[in-house]
Each structure stands twice: as C-alpha cells, then as structure tokens.
C-alpha cells in the first residue's frame, strides 16, 4: 500500500470538529453531567498548589492557552480527553471538582505568583473575605478556550491514541504515567488489577527501586513488562515500549486475573523470601553490586514466573536452593553476559534473553525433577 493510501485511510477513522467556548460554558457543561471527567484520573494527577496558582494567574493575565480535547461519546458526552490539569483547576477552585464517590474535593487557596503576589490566599468563594472578588470571577468565566473534538464516528481506539499522542515528546509525564491513563480509560477494573500487584509487598521489596523510579511508576511498568512477556512472547518487530503498550491493550479483554494473581504473587513470594533486596542486582561470584538491573529482573523474574507451576511443586529445601543458585547462574550464560551490557537495545536483549530464561530454569526444573524420581526408585 502507497504513503498516500495509508494516510488517506487512517485519516478516515478520526472525525474532528471544534470550536472556541467560554470557560463559563466549559463549566455548565461539566455541572450538567455534558463534559465527563473521569475521576479515577485525580488518582494520577494532581497539580501542586503551585502549578494550580500559576495556570489561575495566566487566566487573570489573559494569557493563551492550550485547546483541550475531547471524544464525543454516543450519547452525545463529551469525554475529556486532554485538558485534565487546566480543566480540573478551574473547577477544584470553584468547588465544584467531584471525586470518584461524587464528593467534591475541598476548594483550593491560591498561592502568591510571580505577577500576582496578592493571590497569596485568595479564594473563589464570593462570601469570603479572601475572595478574588466578582469582576476576577467574571473575567475567567470569560476567557475563551479551543475545544477540539473527537467526534463518535471516530474509530474507538483513536481516543487512546490522541492521548497518547498528546502526551508524549516534550511532556513530563513518563510512558508508564500515559498507560495508566489509557488503562483508566480502557477498563479501570484492570488498571486497579496491575496497581495491586504493583504494591504487592514481596515484589516492591525485590525490586528495591529508587524513590525516583517509584514516582515514574517504575513498579507498573514492570508488572506490565512481565505479563506482556508471559502472555504476549516478544516477537521483535516493536519498539520495547510499543509493544508493552501493544500488549496491554490485549490483555485487558483476555487475562484471567486470579490465575495470574496466584502466580505473580508466588513468583515474588519466592523470590524475595531467598533474594530479599538483592533480587535483581548484579552477583560477582560473592556478593551482589549496584542497583536493580531490568536485565536481571527479566532473566530472573520472567524465568521463575513463567515456570511456576513446577517451581511451586519443588521440596521447599530444594526450591530455596534452585531460586538461589539459578538466579545467580544465568548471569554467567553468554546468551545473558553479551545481550545484556551498556549500549544493547532493548529489542535485542528481549529477543535473547527472556527465550534463554523461559528454557534456563524450565531445564533446570526438569532436571530437578529427575534427580528425585531416580532417588525415590533407589
């Protein structure tokens, strides 16, 4: 198929539309239940107080800002799709702003601003001393914003696509951060599945991961990682991160939660109750060095869990020994040592090293097994 072909075919599953409103509008849209903001998505993302000040301050300055999107649904709602910082300021400082059980969050006090020194404690409330006062009110009840529309005929997917697009390059937010967006979007039922056992008490133990890593939702993506690897073998013909994204979407409709439950949460059961800390930190022959390595963490952690059903089966003795011993032991391979060093890409290490760990410790079990049918016959 030609360039033009593929453009004039993808072009045709987004329908827009859009048009200049007040922010007056934009807000009796949102308190006639018209504009829908899913409240899950205040569990992602929260302003500071001093993020919320400034946006506040360029609205009072008069100053331009960005058009929010939305995706018309069928019954004629629109679905906030970009915009939730801006959009949710505006309303949390009017006291408007529902949580997820429909509560409203309390009204926000601003802080002072560069520009706008006396906003320091300012509120909305008109019956307040501290209150900005009815003309300010007035003024950003009338500053005008471009809604740009994602109309229903659109193909379903293209709202989760423009979110993501929105949203990477140039934006703070981490990919982790964008797909757990998308996963609120897509099914919140799963998304509250992978943030469980992202807190699994044994597996962020084995991860040991930085405060850093935690805030860029490290210990999602990680989740996703092994169950996009266990459910969704890594062909190589994606980028690392398009396939993680790739392999969510699908598992949302296909995982068996419970299944996959006993068996994550065994499979860090074993591993922390033997590796503690050092789970997936390089081993040099007598103690282990650095940091959590997602090398190790792929070999180690995919190789157990998707041999758990044999793994569980082992004499605790012998599981204790097999976890340690293994676990230390596939670093040394050379299909480990040459696809996992500084400048491999990701691509290559997935494609040599979950194959490696999957026969690595399904072999090792095998051969566990054997040494105790030949004992018990003797």
């Known amino acids: 198929m ?15 539309d859009g048009y200049d409103m007040s922010i007056g509008e934009v807000v009796s849209l949102y308190k006639e239940g018209e504009l829908y903001i899913n409240p899950a998505f205040q569990r992602l993302f929260r302003w ?47 006291g408007i702003l529902k949580k997820q059980n429909n509560e ?15 906003l320091e404690g300012k509120v909305w409330d008109a019956e ?14 009338r500053v005008r914003i471009r809604v740009e529309i994602l109309k229903k005929e659109s193909d379903i997917d293209s709202k989760y696509e423009l979110f993501q697009r929105l949203n990477t390059g140039g934006s703070p937010l981490s990919k982790q951060e964008i797909r757990n967006a998308i996963m609120v979007m897509l099914n919140g039922e799963f998304f509250d599945f992978v943030h469980m056992l992202s807190e699994y008490e044994n597996y962020k133990k084995s991860l040991n991961l930085s405060e850093n890593q935690i805030i860029k939702q490290g210990h999602m993506e990680n989740v996703l990682r092994l169950l996009s690897y266990k459910l969704f073998p890594y062909k190589g013909s994606l980028d690392v991160h398009d396939y993680i994204d790739s392999s969510m979407v699908k598992m949302i409709d296909t995982i068996n939660f419970e299944t996959i439950e006993k068996d994550f949460k ?13 789970a997936f930190k390089k081993y040099n022959g007598n103690t282990y060095l650095g940091a959590f390595s997602i090398a190790i963490f792929e070999a180690v ?42 400048g491999v890409a990701g691509t290559s290490r997935l494609i040599h090293i979950l194959p490696l760990a999957s026969e690595y410790f399904k072999n090792s079990v095998m051969a566990q097994c054997r040494m105790t049918t030949a004992f018990s016959r003797l």
């Open 48 to 94: 500071e107080t001093s993020q919320k000040s400034r946006f506040i301050e360029s609205l009072l300055m008069g100053i331009p800002i960005p058009p929010i999107f939305v995706f018309q649904t069928n019954t004629g709602v629109w679905e906030l799709i970009d915009g939730l910082q801006r959009i949710s300021t505006i309303l949390e400082f009017m």
């Open 2 to 16: 030609s360039l033009d072909l593929e453009i004039s075919k993808a072009a045709k599953q987004i329908y827009t």
């Open 104 to 118: 409203l969050y309390p009204p926000s006090t601003m802080e002072a601003t560069r520009y706008l020194p006396s």
């Open 128 to 141: 307040s001393k501290k209150s900005i006062g009815k003309v300010q009110q007035i003024a950003i009840r």
């Open 266 to 278: 065994e499979t860090f059961d074993f591993i922390y109750t033997n590796l503690n800390s050092n």
């Open 301 to 342: 952690a995919y190789g157990i869990f998707v041999n758990i059903e044999k793994i569980r089966k082992m004499s605790l003795p012998k599981r204790e020994k097999f976890i340690i011993e293994k676990s230390r032991g596939i670093q040394k391979e050379e299909g480990f040592t040459s696809n996992s060093g500084m």
